[in-house]
């Protein structure tokens, strides 16, 4: 397998643009996690999903963002306006959880994200 | 709520010294996860323990888990240059209601100088 595969690697965008990024889970995984990171605030969970259905979104930090799983192999996470303090490294992460199963989260290359 | 915390959080040390980084968690877990992360780079799993003793050792790096202290270590030996990094540990919530989720600690970062 591929891995967990991130797209764009990286994106530089104006302040109020609309920026979306892209992620393909592992095949087979049934778990999709999307984290932020910055130098300030370290490595956020914003979002999870469970088989395409969002778990938990508590850490979305405001309703300009918004995260999709229309199917198994897809998720986008989609910020609109963008802003600067948006800049940051995202990450997405899948795994296969159960009892038999070591529960790793594998991660994508992240997108390197810049709002000027 | 899981809480994770790893201490110490920058850890600056010489080439052929001895350390441990360590990971306490708040509430009953027995499945714990070390990451490292190279600068610029992606998470990538170290070890993965799953129970209580469990210990794993790859080259300079042995990590070892006691659920009864919540207690995780991460052992460096004679460390390296190369193994200057990030360091995160991470606590698998399943007994705290969010299953399939990891809590993060804050991430130890590693300079390993000659």
């Known amino acids: 397998d591929a891995g967990v595969i991130q797209s764009p690697r990286h994106e530089v965008t104006e302040m109020g643009q609309e920026v979306t990024l892209r992620c393909k889970p592992i095949?087979?995984?049934?778990?999709l996690f999307w984290y932020r990171q910055t130098m300030m605030r370290g490595l956020e969970l914003l979002i999870y999903f469970n088989n395409n259905v969002p778990i938990d979104d508590s850490g979305m930090p405001e309703d300009r963002f918004s995260a999709k799983m229309p199917n198994a192999s897809f998720s986008t996470l989609k910020i609109q306006p963008s802003e600067p303090r948006d800049s940051a490294v995202y990450f997405c992460?899948?795994?296969?959880?159960?009892?038999?199963?070591?529960?790793?989260?594998?991660f994508g290359a992240g997108t390197r994200l810049s709002v000027l | 709520e899981l809480k994770v915390e790893q201490n110490p959080l920058f850890l600056s040390m010489q080439e052929g010294k001895n350390y441990t980084i360590y990971c306490n968690y708040s509430?009953?877990?027995?499945?714990l996860y070390w990451y490292r992360q190279d600068p610029g780079k992606s998470l990538e799993s170290l070890f993965v323990l799953l129970s209580n003793g469990a210990v794993k050792q790859e080259g300079r790096l042995m990590a070892s888990l006691d659920t009864k202290a919540r207690l995780s270590t991460l052992h460096i030996t004679a460390a390296v240059h190369d193994l200057s990094a990030t360091y995160f540990c991470a606590v698998d919530s399943n007994y705290g209601g969010s299953q399939g989720n990891l809590i993060f600690g804050k991430g130890t970062k590693l300079s390993v100088k000659p």
């Open positions: 095949s087979g995984h049934d778990y």
């Open positions: 509430t009953t877990s027995d499945r």
């Open positions: 992460a899948s795994s296969l959880f159960g009892q038999w199963v070591q529960n790793i989260q594998y």
